[in-house]
């Protein structure tokens, strides 16, 4: 980008504010200044880091300040991000400089360590002696105490120095800068490959050790160094005096590696698509380079929607695009990098939360320099540097853990389809539990709707049997852990040599620990929620604060010291199905096993191996894992997301279940489900046994119409957080105060927008912080944000300050 002329440059600084500022450029940094790089500026009365918006060549504004310093040499955006920064901005009603900042890698802070050093030529003309005063300041203290950090240069030298005048001594040649990483930093595995040469001296006098290497190599093209020592185990040695000779060549290759550890070789070149995958791959492509569109593929479980994926990807790149992939949080590990992997190689980089700040960065790097074409990555890889996006994909599109809960709480599936309209790209979702908001917008025509309604090869789906929990068995009522049905299943998978899956989403070993005399639960003391009992700590926890307490202390309300455990977790099922299958190798996945980093990965390796004959896990053994071997799938108890005070726990338990059962029989045999219920007549879990999402949709859709929820409706939650229990409430009455009076000021706010609220939020207190909530209801997101605004610039103003934090959530997700 040319700068020439252009001596101002709008600035959004990294501070809660909601305006961008006007900085000058002075001469000595003109050619520096990018869209797309840091700055440092003056800011009120501090320094501060900005980002570069835009560059223009007057302003009307007066006293305007100079920037410090460009602290980039290369832009770590493109300029076709800022609408989308700032499109964000507006909606979630965050400042910008915030947003731009929570979107670059987070290793960027600690790169900004930057030393300055003097160079060989800066030190000869310290001896030529024809220098300013302060240039030779500057060169002796770089000289006498070696590499400096800016702040220790400028302390060093008695009088001031500009930056700019580090500038011209650093594009003299005479000093150098560097970006000083942090210590650890881990760098791309790389390992050595041997390979033949074209034409080589000949090979008569070689000794026969050497000999064997040259065949070797020479039959195979080229050989890994490891390989070739397996065959000649003096390679070690031979190899690079034969490199030196001229005879082979030595290069040393990124090797890519599964989560299991496994180099991963590319595939054999695509399968051909059935019917189904052509037709859906040939609709995208009528679209692809053709502007924007939306397209909701909803495919059921196994139907082969990875490979729908990998075609569009591949079409995208052929036409000069770049193609952007999201997959859920979890799926990290599933098979969709590796698949990726190796079908396209290195122009792969990978964006999630499994990578070091370090590795985070060198991804990000790979993109800005155009070395990486694919990103694949969990939500925040939505904010992937790409300048030619053509391709949008959010695989398991319906996925909770596309929303984030802090900070900006965006949703990273709404901004994929919002930066595909931005640059004029396509964006693909995919899901085989399509979220109720996109498949309405298929039926409201915003999205276009494909299926793949088929298994590849025509697989059968699992077989579900629904099991009544309250249906007495042999003249007793049933345990809600395990019928007669589930262990007869369960035995004779085990007799058979397959695996076994149990589903419970609840972890620990009871989470309902009460009083055996008043009845009272075990209660947290920082949060509003009953403890859990944990049988592998012998104590109780608390899942949100992580507050424990051992077994003996008993009822806090009447001091009796006899605690029922109450509540069934997967702790308790492992150890309940290890008494009744004592032979079984069990195993476990929830958020206590896999607390420890690669623990996860140590039991799916396992279960991979056939290790393990029974697995016990909560949802984290739900998304996106291809288990070949299990052919039986136990859903414990299925309606203990029903009850929820939320209006998606319809929604998501029908995802839950459609989901888990979609685990089983994945390989050559045909699986089997069975789901124990209370609630063996509701609809969700009708639909999920039937694996019909159309049928639950048609159901779920009439609920939000009657109660107008969302998609009917479009929400903005406004949360009051405080540790003072009053105050947290009065703030909250008070905001609630104002937006009525806003609303009695203004006829659409009063028509369109319903205020429910302000209450307590149904997790009342959470970390020993008291939490209200404000709940507005509207028909359209444009006089919805106009009133969120007005509460927010009028609260700030009549409100005497309170220590409450108050958050705004756009469309939340998450209503406890
Ligand atoms: P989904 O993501 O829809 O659940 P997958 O993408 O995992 O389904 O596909 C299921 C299996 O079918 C995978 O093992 C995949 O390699 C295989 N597969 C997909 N498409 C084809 C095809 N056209 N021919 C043969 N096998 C295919
Ligand atoms: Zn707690």
């Known amino acids: 980008m040319c700068s020439r002329g252009k001596r101002y440059v709008e600035v959004a600084v990294a501070l809660p504010v909601s305006k961008t500022f006007t900085y000058e450029i002075s001469r000595p940094l003109l050619p520096w200044a990018e869209v797309g790089k840091r700055v440092l500026v003056p800011f009120r009365n501090l320094q501060v880091t900005g980002y570069i918006l835009d560059l223009c060549e007057a302003t009307d504004q007066e006293g305007i300040k100079e920037v410090l310093d460009i602290l980039d040499e290369v832009p770590l955006f493109p300029p076709s991000m800022i609408q989308f920064f700032r499109w964000m901005s507006d909606y979630y009603i965050y400042p910008l400089g915030e947003i731009v900042k929570g979107a670059l890698p987070g290793g960027l802070n600690v790169t900004q360590v930057q030393t300055m050093g003097i160079t060989n030529e800066g030190r000869s003309a310290l001896s030529s002696r024809r220098l300013k005063t302060s240039d030779r300041a500057v060169l002796e203290a770089l000289e006498n105490r070696g590499p400096l950090g800016l702040r220790t240069l400028l302390k060093t030298l008695k009088e001031d120095i500009s930056l700019a005048a580090l500038r011209r001594l650093e594009h003299a040649g005479w000093i150098i800068r560097e ?89 054999d070149g695509p399968p051909t698509l059935t019917g189904e995958q052509a037709s859906v791959v040939a609709a995208v492509l009528e679209k692809l380079g053709r502007g924007f569109g939306t397209y909701l593929l909803y495919g059921i479980t196994g139907s082969g929607k990875t490979e729908v994926y990998m075609r569009t990807v591949a079409a995208a790149l052929d036409q000069g695009y770049q193609a952007l992939v999201l997959v859920p949080e979890i799926a990290l590990i599933s098979q969709t990098e590796r698949l990726f992997r190796a079908r396209f190689g290195d122009c792969i980089a990978l964006l999630h939360s499994g990578l070091s700040q370090g590795e985070r960065f060198d991804q990000w790097m790979r993109i800005v320099r155009k070395e990486a074409r694919v990103a694949i990555g969990a939500r925040s890889a939505i904010f992937a540097p790409f300048d030619r996006l053509g391709l949008i994909i959010v695989d398991e599109e ?6 984030q809960e802090s900070k900006l709480r965006y949703h990273a599936r709404d901004l994929a389809v919002v930066r595909a309209k931005l640059e004029g790209a396509v964006a693909l ?61 369960v035995a004779e998978t085990l007799n058979r040599g397959e695996q076994v899956l149990l589903f419970l989403n609840r972890r620990g070993f009871a989470n309902y620990p009460t009083c055996t005399c008043c009845g009272e639960p075990v209660r947290c003391k920082n949060c509003d929620v009953t403890m859990t009992f944990h049988q592998g700590t012998n104590a109780f926890r608390c899942h949100y604060c992580g507050y424990t307490c051992a077994q003996t202390v008993g009822c806090r309300a009447c001091g009796n010291p006899k605690i029922k455990l109450l509540g069934l977790g997967t702790e308790q099922v492992e150890a309940k199905v290890k008494t009744i299958f004592p032979e079984a190798r069990t195993a476990r996945i929830d958020g206590d096993t896999t607390a420890r980093k690669g623990a996860l990965v140590e039991i799916l390796k396992d279960l991979r191996k056939g290790n393990i004959d029974i697995l016990v896990g909560t949802q984290m053994v739900a998304k996106g894992h291809h288990y070949p071997n299990i052919t039986l799938v136990g859903i414990i108890c299925a309606d203990l997301s029903l009850n929820f005070p939320d209006f998606r726990a319809g929604e998501r338990t029908f995802q839950l279940l459609a989901q888990v059962a979609g685990r089983a029989g994945r390989g050559s045999r045909r699986g089997r489900v069975i789901l124990q219920t209370l609630n063996p007549d509701h609809f969700c879990v009708v639909t999920a046994r039937d694996q019909d999402y159309p049928a639950f949709y048609e159901h779920e ?85 106009a009133l969120t605004r007005a509460l927010k610039t009028r609260a700030e103003r009549e409100i005497p300050k309170a220590a409450v934090k108050v958050v705004v959530d756009v469309d939340p997700m998450d209503m406890l």
């Open 398 to 403: 319906h996925d909770d853990s596309y929303k």
């Open 701 to 785: 859709i009439r609920f939000r119409r009657d109660l107008q929820y969302p998609p009917y409706r479009r929400l903005i939650q406004v949360i009051v957080a405080g540790k003072d229990r009053g105050q947290t409430a009065r703030y909250a009455q008070r905001l609630g105060e104002i937006c009525r009076a806003l609303q009695l000021e203004n006829k659409t706010y009063q028509k369109e927008i319903e205020l429910l609220g302000p209450v307590a939020a149904p997790l009342a207190r959470i970390k020993k912080v008291y939490r209200w909530q404000l709940l507005l209801k509207g028909l359209r997101v444009g006089p919805l944000h």
């Open 179 to 267: 970006q000083k990483l942090k210590p650890g930093r881990v760098r791309p595995k790389k390992e050595r490959y041997v390979m033949a040469v074209e034409s080589r001296p000949s090979s008569a006098s070689l000794s026969p050790a050497r000999q064997k290497i040259l065949t070797m190599v020479e039959g195979h093209g080229e050989m890994s160094f490891k390989a070739l020592r397996a065959e000649v185990p003096s390679a070690g040695r031979l190899v690079k005096k034969m490199a030196a000779d001229g005879f082979l060549d030595v290069v040393a290759r990124s090797v890519y590696r599964d989560p299991f550890g496994e180099p991963i070789k590319s595939d």
């Open 429 to 489: 979702l995919g899901s085989a539990t399509p979220s109720v908001q996109s498949y309405y917008n298929v039926r409201a025509k915003k999205f276009k709707g494909l299926n793949l309604w088929k298994r590849i090869e025509n697989q059968a789906l699992p077989d579900i049997k629904v099991v009544d929990l309250r249906e007495r068995q042999g003249g007793r009522y049933a345990k809600p852990f395990m019928t007669t049905a589930l262990k007869e299943a």
